[in-house]
């Protein structure tokens, strides 16, 4: 029994029992029609039945998947910054999050396109509660984070991620991917959780925590979607946020959102490799901060990272002009572009409710004021 048992991807010596356990699903028949839809059901089987490595696994089921899913329901993945990463090269990427499945699906479809390592990634338990899912997802190296915990057993939680994370990144060579706050940014109002660092440094052993990311390579990610497929279904929980209400999940919400994700009209996605932070981590290292102010310091860096990388289409510019009423961004968009989001919003969106309006909006306008943000303090500096 290894300590990570509970959260761990499978290992290669465990591959292959675990498609023989859902080669028969109705769930992973849907998945392979949809891929390979020229292929018959007994050779993808046969194929399955033959593999025994995750990297196999990935690459002949989950990269040809994602592909699918990009000419399906996308107008195709454009990258920038991938060359300054090196291969056989472990890094630690930290990204915005809008998608529970594809944000880590295309960085990884990315990084496979150019020789570079690929990641171990995190997902929330409630996400795999389904046997299905939690086997398909230790397929595709996720680690699980568990979710809902409180007090004792949230710190040991906490301590067993960071463990896992050090070992995968330091001892195994493993990228990692994590999303820069808990759960998916549902206002796209992009910023890095000072406890999502605090927790990757409780592996790191004497009086100086922050010191672990002097030993590693981080690399923020700036992820963008022309259009949010599960725009409005993160509508409900904006809406409970902006009442100061407690928002509840319902039974199927995360599942239907996954499938929303996977399906729902994306138009163009940008992923950008906004560099590795040595030099800043090591200018941080040496101010006389203490181990939370340094923290602050490192989640700032990451966040004007990622906003100055973010790429803003003109769903975002025409967002930004309908929620200040105003046309300060009309050159980065067409009348034919206005148009068309005015008509997503109009199908998706009770337009007599306006606080739902102005949510719906903002999802899309916080990117244009956070990148205006990160220029602004540009100049500054």
């Known amino acids: 029994m290894s300590k990570f048992d509970s959260i761990r991807p499978f290992y290669d010596a465990e591959a292959n029992d675990a498609i023989r356990e859902i080669v028969d699903d109705p769930m992973l028949e849907a998945m392979m029609n949809f891929t390979f839809p020229h292929d018959s059901k007994d050779h993808w089987k046969d194929l399955m039945l033959h593999t025994h490595s995750l990297r196999d696994f990935q690459i002949n089921f989950i990269y040809p998947g994602v592909k699918k899913v990009l000419e399906k329901s996308s107008d195709g993945l454009s990258i920038d910054g991938f060359e300054k990463l090196e291969p056989n090269t472990s890094y630690l990427f930290i990204s915005n999050h809008r998608d529970i499945i594809l944000d880590t699906s295309l960085l990884n479809a990315s990084l496979y396109e150019n020789g570079l390592v690929l990641t171990t990634s995190a997902i929330g338990d409630n996400l795999i509660k ?154 941080i290292s040496k101010m006389e901060l203490n181990q939370s102010e340094k923290l602050s310091h490192l989640a700032n860096v990451i966040d004007q990272k990622i906003w100055s990388g973010y790429k803003l289409w003109p769903s975002n510019y025409i967002a930004h002009d309908l929620l200040y009423g105003d046309d300060e961004y009309k050159a980065h968009y067409s009348v034919e572009e206005k148009n068309a989001f005015e008509k997503r919003l109009i199908e998706k969106v009770d337009t007599k409710n306006t606080l739902m309006v102005k949510n719906f909006l903002a999802m899309y306008a916080n990117p244009v004021n956070n990148q205006k943000k990160s220029l602004e303090s540009n100049s500054i500096s």
């Open 130 to 283: 389904k046997k299905f899912l939690h086997t398909l997802s230790r397929l595709n190296r996720n680690f699980a984070i568990k979710r809902g915990l409180q007090g004792r057993a949230l710190l040991e939680s906490s301590m067993m991620a960071s463990e896992y994370i050090k070992k995968s990144l330091v001892h195994e060579n493993r990228s990692v991917w994590t999303a820069q706050r808990e759960g998916r940014t549902k206002d796209g109002n992009d910023a890095t959780q000072r406890g999502v660092l605090k927790m990757l440094t409780l592996a790191e052993e004497g009086n100086n925590p922050f010191g672990y990311f002097e030993k590693i390579r981080v690399v923020p990610i700036s992820i963008s979607y022309e259009y949010d497929p599960t725009d409005i279904l993160k509508m409900p929980e904006l809406l409970a946020k902006s009442r100061d209400e407690k928002y509840v999940k319902s039974e199927n919400e995360d599942f239907l959102n996954l499938l929303r994700g996977i399906m729902g009209t994306k138009k163009r996605i940008h992923i950008q490799v906004n560099g590795v932070l040595n030099e800043e981590i090591s200018e």
